[in-house]
T-cell receptor
């Protein structure tokens, strides 16, 4: 069965430190992977995606993600965290068993402490 | 461009009442989606529309109906609201086209917070 896992409900990082939010996946076809961010009381915003090409994908707000095929992972990273990065982060992967749909992770709450 | 807009922002219903959530996008996207978001469960797809005039069920369609009124608008209707439908509802759109192999990111509206008592 296809799935996405975000193994951490919450990640705490000190401002200025590097951050990583983890995502692993299982899909029946090519992995088309996405990261979205949700700020409090807002809709989701697209951060970045991996479809094909370089394993390191750069996105909005200084975020990047590393695609690792052997580990079936797509971890979100940022070299230096800001307090304003505090939000809920979702990983998603294309569902090859249905048209135009995504399989969503449960989300990881990122808290950046000053 | 306003992107994806949703109305209303908040709504309180009593069990058994009906209501329609409205969604519109101004990006000329073909595909539109309705999701619900519940704590600890991520997003669950209710219905989607791959093109004007077509709709399909998602993961949790029971208790809901949808209408793709035109390319811009995609509404979600609760015919007889139940407390289990208390949730935050998001509309989204994307560029996907029927039979295309391309796959695009989705753009989300600000959400409707619905409480059913």
């Amino acid at each position: 069965a296809q799935s996405v896992a975000q193994p951490e409900d919450q990640v705490n990082v000190a401002e200025g430190n590097p951050l990583t939010v983890k995502c692993t996946y299982s899909v029946s076809g090519n992995p088309y992977l996405f990261w979205y961010v949700q700020y409090p009381n807002r809709g989701l915003q697209f951060l970045l995606k991996y479809i094909t090409g370089d394993n390191l994908v750069k996105g909005s707000y200084g975020f990047e993600a590393e695609f690792n095929k052997s580990q079936t992972s797509f971890h979100l990273k940022k070299p230096s965290a800001l307090v304003s990065d505090s939000a809920l982060y979702f990983c998603a992967v294309r569902d090859w068993d249905s048209n135009y749909q995504l399989i969503w992770g449960a989300g990881t709450k990122l808290i950046i402490k000053p | 461009n306003a992107g994806v807009t949703q109305t209303p922002k908040f709504q309180v219903l009593k069990t058994g009442q009906s209501m329609t959530l409205q969604c519109a996008q101004d990006m000329n996207h073909n595909s539109m989606y309705w999701y619900r978001q519940d704590p600890g469960m991520g997003l669950r797809l209710i219905y989607y529309s791959a093109s004007e005039g077509t709709t399909d069920k998602g993961e949790v369609p029971n208790g809901y109906n949808v209408s793709r009124l035109n390319k811009r608008e995609f509404s979600l209707r609760l015919e007889s609201a139940a407390p289990s439908q208390t949730s935050v509802y998001f509309c989204a759109s994307s560029e996907e086209e029927v039979l295309s192999t391309a796959f695009y990111e989705q753009y989300f509206g600000p959400g409707t917070r619905l409480t059913v008592t």
